[in-house]
């Protein structure tokens, strides 16, 4: 398995845990501003620790500016034009890290602090089966936002991968078994919003070629992601607390770590070089993580139905990550990705 597939693959695991996380949180008494700023914010200080850290003890030089990561050679471009996302030359200059730090902060808002808000937002008035239905379209998204803006072709491997997963979802999911008429239309909305947030993240993590490393890259996400959801809990709700107690402080700490910091990190490492399609397929994995981490920490039932879906699901996020039938048996970073 190549490295860039195995960092999406951790990363996407990682954010699978989060809902039963999540859940402890709330019933710690916790509430949605707490919980939603809180990972943001300690998220935010433990970047600043590591990027501090590590230039006080391994790097005297500054880390900003540095020449980010070139394709391997042999590894072709999906592309050879130039976009928003992904320009021919690296910015080197002030205008194209201004412009790089506008994307980066861009995916922050869009991408970290869009998918908290809408989809905690959507859990409230949305049973957890119908708000998972609802993000997951971030797969059908992923695949046709990446052949609309930048003519990634749609292989047979990659198909059939979109195939055995969409069909492992209805299975894991049950999704004949919902009430449709009574599920709140707002709920409705919120959750493909969040859908579209989690693709923009995925694309843009994949696409944006700023010239910083992924630490930099993942700090100025997160303080951005930050800073929006901080002004939006102050507008909405001024006097609700943002930060958690300290009784209660693990439950943040967690979903910071596992849900603003490593993931991040693991995505702007590992999406430049599978590519953006590669990277919405692969991040299928967290909805098998998450209902396995469900079943042993919140004892929820996973019955056999239920293992058939994971079991479909995981097929075709290893078709994505070991490639052999996509494009010809191509590798998975240059059919897939």
Known sequence: MRMGALAVLLAASMYGTLAPAVKRAYEAGLSFAEVTFGQLFWAAVLLTVVRVGRRLLFDRRPSFG???????????????????????????DEGGRGRAIAGLAALGVAGLAGVSLAY?????????????????????????????????????????????????????????????SAVDLRGMALGLLAAGSYTTFLLGTARIRAPYDVVDRSLVMVV????VVGAFFRLT???????????????????????QV???LLFNWGAPRIGGAATTLLSSAELPVGM???????????????????????????????GGTAGGGEPAERALG
């Not at 695949?143 to 930048?150: D, H, N, Q, T, W």
């Not at 951005?224 to 800073?227: D, E, K």
Request: hydrophobic residues 55%; aromatic residues 10%; neutral net charge.
């Open 66 to 92: 540095r020449r980010p990561f070139v394709a391997p050679r042999g590894v072709r471009e999906e592309t050879k034009t130039a976009t928003p996302f992904r320009p021919e030359e690296e910015p080197a």
């Open 120 to 180: 905690y937002g959507a859990l409230r008035t949305l049973p957890a089966q119908v708000a998972l239905v609802l993000l997951f379209q971030f797969v059908w998204m992923g695949i046709v936002l990446e052949r609309l803006l930048f003519g990634v072709r749609i292989t047979a491997g990659r198909a059939l991968a979109v195939g055995l997963i969409f069909v492992g979802d209805a299975l894991a999911l049950r999704v004949w078994a919902i009430d449709w």
């Open 224 to 227: 951005t992601g930050a800073l």
């Open 237 to 259: 709700e001024p006097s609700a607390p943002l930060l958690a107690p300290p009784s209660a402080f693990g439950h943040v700490l967690w979903l910071a770590l596992f849900g």
């Open 262 to 264: 490593l993931p991040p």
């Open 292 to 322: 396995i981490t469900a079943a042993v920490v919140l004892g929820e039932p996973l019955g056999g139905v239920e293992l058939a879906g994971v079991a479909l699901i995981v097929a075709g996020v290893a078709l994505v990550a070991y």
